[in-house]
């Protein structure tokens, strides 16, 4: 089975600064990995995959990842935030085992920008 | 294309109490996910189908948890005798028969039992 830890259960930021978001994942396969983003009493909405090729994947709102395979990493980041990013973030990575369709959600982190 | 809905919203009952949730996936969306978020945390996988077949379950999913695809559109998931610890958001998503398996995930249910 995948693991997906998100080691960082709350990050509060400035608006207009930089943010990162880390999440690791364990797995002896190749998986496809995403992000997804989930604002109060809403379903996730997908902020960006990394399926294969560039390890630099772009997303919408201005988010960005970069899968690292070596470290087993797939860190989220965006360059200025704003306030209407408050929300939580879930990495989760597919099973090849189930064909991918089998999703392994990390416990998600809170992003909260402050004014 | 409207979107994944789910029916009802917010589900209050009473322990012991039988509920019923509803999943209307995209249309064309032969693909169909379950899951289970209690707070604090990640959405946790309960089941899938490909069009109106069940092909996995998890160990989460007791005995008293069965979900259904009739005709391969629409979904229930069913939690007979429910009990307080089933209180959470149960979450449908569904994905297009082309493509990398991209999740699109509906507003959720949220299971209250007293």
């Known amino acids: 089975a995948q693991s997906v830890t998100q080691l960082d259960s709350q990050v509060p930021v400035f608006e207009e600064a930089p943010v990162e978001l880390r999440c690791n994942y364990s797995?002896?396969?190749?998986?496809?990995l995403f992000w997804y983003v989930q604002y109060p009493n809403q379903g996730l909405q997908l902020l960006l995959k990394?399926?294969?090729?560039?390890?630099l994947v772009k997303g919408i709102n201005g988010f960005e990842a970069e899968f690292n395979k070596s470290q087993t990493s797939f860190h989220l980041r965006k360059p200025s935030v704003h306030i209407s990013d408050t929300a939580e973030y879930f990495c989760?990575?597919?099973?090849?085992?189930?064909?991918?369709?089998?999703?392994?959600f990390g416990s998600g982190t809170k992003l909260n920008v402050k004014p | 294309d409207t979107g994944v809905s789910q029916n009802p919203r917010h589900k209050i009952t009473k322990r012991g109490q039988n509920v019923t949730f509803r999943c209307d996936p995209i249309?064309?969306?032969?693909?169909l996910y379950w899951y289970r978020q209690t707070l604090g945390q990640g959405p946790e996988f309960l089941t899938y189908?490909?069009?109106?077949?069940?092909?996995?379950k998890s160990r989460l999913l007791s005995d008293r948890f069965s979900a259904e695809r009739p005709k391969g559109s629409f979904s229930t998931l069913e939690i007979q005798r429910t009990e307080q610890g089933d209180s959470a958001m149960y979450l449908c998503?569904?994905?297009?028969?082309?493509?990398?398996?991209?999740?699109?995930f509906g507003p959720g249910t949220r299971l209250t039992v007293l």
């Open positions: 989760a990575v597919s099973d090849p085992l189930y064909n991918f369709n089998k999703f392994y």
């Open positions: 797995s002896s396969v190749s998986v496809y």
């Open positions: 189908f490909q069009n109106e077949a069940q092909l996995e």
């Open positions: 998503a569904s994905s297009p028969p082309q493509g990398y398996n991209e999740q699109f």
């Open positions: 249309s064309e969306h032969n693909r």
């Open positions: 990394y399926l294969s090729g560039s390890t």
